[in-house]
């Protein structure tokens, strides 16, 4: 099993940044693949970006490329997300997601979620 806990949301101006943290917590999670999604009401969890625990290879969606930042500390089996440049679309629920295997953008091949953390986005 493993357990996923978020931090770090909250309100923020637009053009500003937060950083969400996840802390990761289980048996095998070192061989996992970690990634954050978002979901707004009314619309699909939308993948956002992911990262692999044992390479560090990054992926990013379309929509945040080169203004998130995911990162990951083994040592404390953390991983964050850096968000810089946010604007009112950024506005969602975010979730840290786990999974073993290859990367993927789709929610439904993460095995394991963590409860959410809101980051609202005033205009």
């Known amino acids: 099993q493993v357990q996923l806990v978020e931090s770090g949301g909250g309100l923020v101006q637009a053009g500003g940044s937060l950083r969400l943290s996840c802390a990761a917590s289980?048996?095998?999670?070192?061989?996992?693949?970690m990634g954050w999604f978002r979901q707004v009401p009314g619309k699909e969890r939308e993948f956002v970006t992911a990262?692999?625990?044992?390479?560090?290879?990054?992926y990013y969606a379309d929509s945040v490329k080169g203004r998130f930042t995911i990162s990951r500390d083994n040592a404390k089996n953390m991983v964050y997300l850096q968000m810089n440049s946010l604007n009112a679309e950024d506005t969602a629920i975010y979730y840290c997601?786990?999974?073993?295997?290859?990367?993927?953008?789709?929610?439904?091949?993460?095995?394991?979620w963590g409860q959410g953390t809101q980051v609202t986005v005033s205009s």
């Open positions: 990262i692999s625990w044992s390479s560090g290879r990054t």
């Open positions: 997601a786990a999974r073993w295997g290859a990367v993927t953008g789709t929610a439904s091949d993460y095995n394991y």
């Open positions: 289980g048996r095998y999670f070192s061989s996992s693949v």
